[in-house]
């Protein structure tokens, strides 16, 4: 069997036929990412549909789609309105949020319920590097290096390709040779690229470097209009220096990803970056189609977490928030 894939935007049709299907199935090339500015609609609808289905070399998936968390946005807002002065200023940060699309959604809820919002949308991972090889394909790789796809038209090939498709397991494996050999020759360290603030490409022959961005276009289209909505590259394992009023790990904290070991490294983090009151929403997305979100709220005291309420059930974190005992 044999795969081809989408390397064009004149290519991409989000009602695929079976023919479509059976020749590029959802291979879709990672560098049509990269949108105008402002962005199109049909560059939006391919850059919606490659997120959805992006998986990072550490497993991780990018899985979101626009309109995700409005009810759950509203319910969240209504619940957080006793809590906090409506008039005084408040730090909202966001984890996680991969392209920062819900985080947009959200931010002018908040905003009409607390004007002073300011909103920080982070992710560790902002963005993809297309690594364009001088008389050869393109390579797609994650921020440490690991690549994602060779694109050579008409193939987009993946890493690694399923076992039945022998042609593309093929390509794959010569592909992946060639990158480090090329690597290795030029003395290029592949998981540590250094780009300018600005973004510009990084020749470093035979390569050419561009950042691929993460961070969806409406999103970073209100960062640049909206001084209170800000968008960051930040772990869900680390502290944050602003302390927050409130803290959102939504789809990112789950036991698919992480052990409960590491989890409670996460929460550890929560709570010492939290402002003394704080609250924490953890929660995750459970199915798509009906779409129903298991969600906990939980305000930092001083010894710990205690629970304020739960939509529709707790959080896989809940238990671990809950038992945790802050330091002496």
Same mark, same amino acid.
Request: hydrophobic residues 40%.
């Given at each position: 069997?044999?795969?081809?894939?989408?390397?064009?935007?004149?290519?991409?049709?989000? &009602? +695929?036929?079976? =023919?479509?299907? =059976?020749?590029?199935?959802?291979?879709v090339s990672y560098r049509l990412l990269r949108t105008s500015t402002p962005a199109t609609p049909a560059e939006i609808a391919i850059f919606d549909d490659i997120i959805f289905y992006l998986k990072l070399a550490s497993g991780v998936y990018t899985t979101t789609v626009p309109g *995700?968390?409005?009810? %759950?946005?509203?319910?969240?807002?209504?619940h957080l309105a006793p809590l906090f002065d409506r008039d005084r200023p408040m730090?909202?940060?966001?984890?996680?949020t991969? #392209?920062?699309?819900?985080?947009?959604?959200?931010?002018? $809820?908040?905003?009409? +319920?607390?004007?002073?919002?300011?909103?920080?949308?982070?992710?560790?991972?902002?963005?993809?590097?297309?690594?364009?090889?001088? /008389? #050869?394909?393109v390579y797609v790789l994650d921020a440490d290096g690991q690549p994602l796809q060779y694109i050579a038209p008409p %193939?987009?090939?993946? %890493? @690694?390709? @399923?076992?039945?498709? $022998?042609? /593309?397991?093929w390509i794959a494996s010569s592909a992946k040779r060639r990158l480090a050999r090329l690597a290795a020759d030029?003395?290029? /360290?592949?998981?540590?690229? +250094?780009? #300018?603030?600005d973004g510009q490409d990084v020749h *470093?022959? @035979?390569? $050419?470097?561009?950042?691929?961005?993460?961070?969806?276009?409406?999103?970073?289209? =209100?960062?640049?209009?909206?001084?209170? %909505?800000?968008?960051?590259?930040?772990?869900?394992?680390?502290?944050?220096?602003?302390?927050?009023?409130?803290?959102?790990?939504? &789809?990112?904290? /789950?036991?698919?990803?992480?052990? #409960?070991?590491?989890?409670?490294?996460?929460?550890?983090? $929560?709570?010492?970056?939290?402002?003394d009151g704080g609250v924490w929403i953890v929660g995750r997305t459970i199915t798509e189609s009906p779409r129903v979100h298991h969600a906990s709220l939980v305000r930092k005291?001083?010894?710990?977490f205690e629970l304020l309420a739960r939509h529709v059930a707790p959080s896989e974190v809940e238990a671990l928030a809950l038992a945790f005992v802050a330091p002496a």
């Open positions: 069997m044999i795969r081809f894939g989408v390397h064009r935007r004149e290519q991409y049709s989000p &009602n +695929q036929g079976w =023919l479509h299907g =059976l020749m590029h199935g959802r291979r *995700r968390f409005r009810e %759950f946005d509203a319910w969240l807002t209504e730090v909202v940060e966001d984890w996680g991969s #392209d920062s699309t819900t985080s947009a959604e959200w931010f002018p $809820v908040l905003r009409q +319920q607390f004007p002073e919002t300011r909103l920080i949308a982070s992710d560790l991972t902002r963005h993809l590097v297309e690594a364009t090889v001088e /008389n #050869d394909g %193939f987009v090939i993946r %890493f @690694p390709e @399923p076992m039945p498709l $022998v042609i /593309n397991r030029a003395r290029i /360290n592949l998981a540590d690229l +250094q780009f #300018d603030r *470093r022959p @035979p390569f $050419v470097f561009r950042r691929l961005p993460l961070v969806h276009p409406r999103a970073a289209a =209100l960062s640049r209009t909206e001084p209170a %909505f800000e968008v960051a590259q930040h772990s869900a394992f680390d502290l944050s220096s602003r302390e927050p009023d409130v803290i959102r790990t939504m &789809n990112v904290l /789950n036991r698919d990803y992480f052990s #409960d070991a590491r989890l409670g490294d996460a929460v550890r983090s $929560v709570w010492a970056s939290l402002k005291t001083g010894t710990g």
